[in-house]
């Protein structure tokens, strides 16, 4: 499975972007998806996780609330709609594919390569 994420950018505090994540090369709807990012300086962490219906999702305490994730088999796109935006959300992001919804790395078989996010003050 190739996984490509798009619709990073810079963003003032406050603001909002939309993340896509396109795959392609295997069965799309038989994959939990998940987010990550990686800050500088900083591990890679969990942000969000949609199982293979879109009908159970996952969120780090540090964007519930703020981050939707969603996804549209039909098109084999999972999104990462991100409100209230805030300098700390700055990371590269990136999507992965599981077998299983969960939070940890190493469930994760494939990794995109990353869309950065840049939140201003």
């Known amino acids: 499975v190739q996984l490509m994420e798009s619709g990073g950018g810079l963003v003032q505090a406050g603001g909002s972007l939309r993340l896509s994540c396109a795959a392609s090369?295997?069965?799309?709807?038989?994959?939990?998806m998940g987010w990550f990012r990686q800050a500088p300086g900083k591990e890679r962490e969990f942000v969000a996780a949609v199982n293979w219906r879109g009908r159970s999702t996952d969120y780090a305490d540090s964007v519930k609330g703020r981050f939707t994730i969603s996804r549209d088999n039909a098109k084999n796109t999972v999104y990462l709609q991100m409100f209230f935006l805030k300098p700390e959300d700055t990371a590269v992001y990136y999507c992965a594919a599981a077998q299983e919804l969960g939070r940890v790395e190493i469930m994760y078989d494939y990794w995109g390569q990353g869309t950065q996010v840049t939140v201003s003050s």
């Open positions: 090369g295997g069965t799309f709807s038989s994959y939990v």
